[in-house]
C-alpha cells in the first residue's frame, strides 16, 4: 500500500567513497528532522524551519551531541520541489561511513528509508509530474548515448502527454454525453453528436497508430541500434566487430564455422548507441551445433534494423552475392531493414572487381577489417543510416507500457467504431467509451493502481 504521509530519505548519490555525497529527504516533517541535528556556522539551531525555500545553509550535522560533518543544507519549501513536498538535500563528505551515520540519524530523528523510485512516486502523486514524465526520468538517468537522452529530454517535457491528454478530454465529453442519453433513454433522445464522435474517433486512431508506429524506432534508439554482421564463413565478419569494437571480442580464425553463436556488444558513435551482433556463417553444413549456431543468424537478423552482409570480394561475383541474398531471403524478412553490403578484404584484390558497376545497386562499402583506417567509411555510413530514419522533432515512443497500452487503446477505439457502424444501442456504446477512457488515461496516470505504481516506480533507482 503507497503511503505518501512518512517522511523518506535516501541517498542520492551513487554509493561509495567519493569527494561529496548528497542524502535527499522528503515529507511533511523534512526539514524539521534536519533541524533536529544541525547547528550553522554560528552555532545556531532550529534555523532551517524558517529559512526560505531554494536556499542553502553551511554547518555542522550532530547525531546527538557527536559531530558527524560539516555539510551543506539545500531547503525546498513546498510545492516548489521535486516531489511537491518540504524537502531537504544534505550535500556531505563522500565517506561511506558519513553517510550512514547521516542516514542512521535521519531515521531516528524520524524519517524511514525511501523505497526504489518513491520520491518520483512522490512527484507523480502530488502532481508535479505525469506518469508519461516519471518514467522519463528513469530513462534519463539510464541514457548511455546522445538518442536516447532526446528522447527522455523530449518525454519530460511533455511530448506525447498533453496530445493524449487533450484529446482524451475531448473524448471524456462524449462519454458524459453517452450516459446522459442513458438517463433519458425511454424519450428516445440524442445529445452526443454521432457524426463529431466519429470525427474525434478517427483523429484518436490516426494520432494513436503514429505513436505506436514510432515505437519501432524509439525502442531502438533507446536501447541501441541493432546491427546484424552476417555472411558466408571466413568472409571477416569477427575481425570486423572486433575492429569495431577495438577489441578482441569474437575469436578470429581460418577454420570455417569457428563462430558457433552470435556475439553481441555495444559501441557508442557520436552520441547514437549501436548493439553489433556477429553471428554464425551461413553455409549448408552437416554439425548439428553449427546448424543450430546458422539458425540464431536468422534470428538475429530478424531483430536486426541494420543488416551488414560482408562479401570476400576477392572471392564474390555478382552473381553469386545477389544467389546468396536470395537464399537468405526465405529465411528473414529484409522489409523496414537497412542492407549495406561490406566488400572486405580489398587488400588482396589486384584489379577492380568484375561487373563494378552492377555492384553499385546496393548500398556498398569497400574495407579491409584488417586496415583501421579504412573502418571509417563504415562508421560514416552507419550514422547516414540512422539520419535518414529520423525526423526533425517527430515524437517517438520509446516505453513497452505505454506502445501496449496505446495498442490496447486501438482496439478499444475500432470497437467503438464497429458498434456506431453497426447500430448499437448507446448503452453498449458506453462501455466501449469507457475501456477506450480508461487505456488512454493509464498512459499519463490519469487513471491508475497501486499494482501498476507499483510495476512502473519498482524499477527505478533508490533515491530518485
Known amino acids: 500500500m503507497i503511503n505518501i504521509n512518512d517522511t523518506i530519505c535516501a541517498l542520492a548519490t551513487p554509493a561509495g567513497t567519493s569527494a561529496i555525497a548528497v542524502i535527499r529527504i522528503s ?29 542553502a545553509h553551511f554547518g555542522k550535522f550532530y547525531n546527538r551531541e557527536e559531530l558527524i560533518d560539516e555539510v551543506i543544507v539545500t531547503v525546498y519549501k513546498k510545492p516548489h520541489s521535486y516531489t511537491g513536498e518540504n524537502s531537504a538535500e544534505i550535500s556531505c563528505h563522500g565517506s561511506t561511513y558519513i553517510q550512514q551515520q547521516i542516514l542512521q540519524t535521519l531515521i531516528q530523528n524520524g524519517a524511514r528509508m525511501a523505497n526504489a523510485g518513491e520520491f518520483s512516486l512522490r512527484a507523480f502523486l502530488n502532481g508535479k509530474l505525469d506518469l508519461v514524465q516519471a518514467e522519463a526520468v528513469s530513462d534519463l538517468i539510464e541514457s548511455q548515448s546522445k538518442s536516447s537522452h532526446q528522447l527522455a529530454l523530449q518525454q519530460l517535457r511533455g511530448g506525447y502527454s498533453e496530445m493524449i ?42 494520432e494513436l497508430t503514429q505513436l505506436v508506429d514510432s515505437f519501432a524506432l524509439g525502442n531502438v534508439l533507446k536501447t541501441g541500434i541493432p546491427v546484424a554482421i552476417i555472411g558466408k564463413p571466413n568472409v571477416g565478419k569477427s575481425t570486423l566487430l572486433n575492429v569495431l569494437l577495438n577489441d578482441e571480442r569474437a575469436i578470429v580464425s581460418d577454420i570455417p564455422g569457428t563462430t558457433r553463436d552470435t556475439i553481441e556488444d555495444t559501441l557508442n558513435i557520436k552520441g547514437t548507441t549501436f548493439r553489433f551482433i556477429d553471428t554464425a556463417g551461413i553455409r549448408h553444413s552437416e554439425d548439428t551445433i553449427e546448424n543450430y549456431g546458422i539458425e540464431r543468424t536468422y534470428q538475429a537478423v530478424e531483430k536486426a534494423s ?28 529484409f522489409n523496414n531493414k537497412k542492407l549495406i553490403i561490406i566488400a572486405n578484404k580489398i587488400d588482396l584484390l589486384d584489379e577492380t572487381p568484375a561487373h563494378f558497376v552492377e555492384w553499385n545497386r546496393y548500398e556498398l562499402v569497400f574495407l579491409s577489417a584488417k586496415r583501421k583506417d579504412t573502418i571509417y567509411s563504415l562508421v560514416e555510413t552507419l550514422l547516414q543510416s ?46 466501449d467509451i469507457r475501456d477506450a477512457l480508461q487505456e488512454l488515461g493509464s498512459i499519463t496516470g490519469e487513471v491508475t493502481n497501486d499494482e501498476i505504481l507499483g510495476n512502473i516506480f519498482g524499477r527505478f533507482c533508490i533515491g530518485k
Open 27 to 55: 515529507g511533511e516533517q523534512a526539514i524539521h528532522i534536519v533541524d533536529k541535528s544541525f547547528q550553522n556556522s554560528t552555532k545556531e539551531r532550529n534555523i532551517l524551519s524558517d529559512a526560505k525555500g531554494y536556499s
Open 165 to 206: 491528454r487533450t484529446l482524451r478530454e475531448k473524448f471524456v465529453e462524449f462519454a458524459s454525453l453517452m450516459e446522459l442519453e442513458l438517463d433519458f433513454s425511454e424519450e428516445d433522445v440524442e445529445f452526443a453528436d454521432r457524426l463529431e464522435l466519429q470525427t474525434l474517433l478517427q483523429r484518436l486512431e490516426n
Open 386 to 431: 540512422v539520419t535518414l530514419n529520423q525526423e526533425p522533432d517527430k515524437i517517438l515512443v520509446s516505453n513497452l507500457r505505454h506502445y501496449e497500452t496505446m495498442q490496447r487503446a486501438l482496439i478499444a477505439l475500432e470497437k467503438i467504431k464497429e458498434g456506431m457502424g453497426n447500430g448499437i444501442p448507446g448503452d453498449l456504446l458506453a462501455i
Open 306 to 333: 541494420i543488416i551488414l552482409y560482408v562479401v570476400d570480394i576477392s572471392q564474390t561475383t555478382i552473381e553469386a552475392l545477389e544467389a546468396d541474398l536470395h537464399d537468405l531471403q526465405q529465411h528473414v524478412d
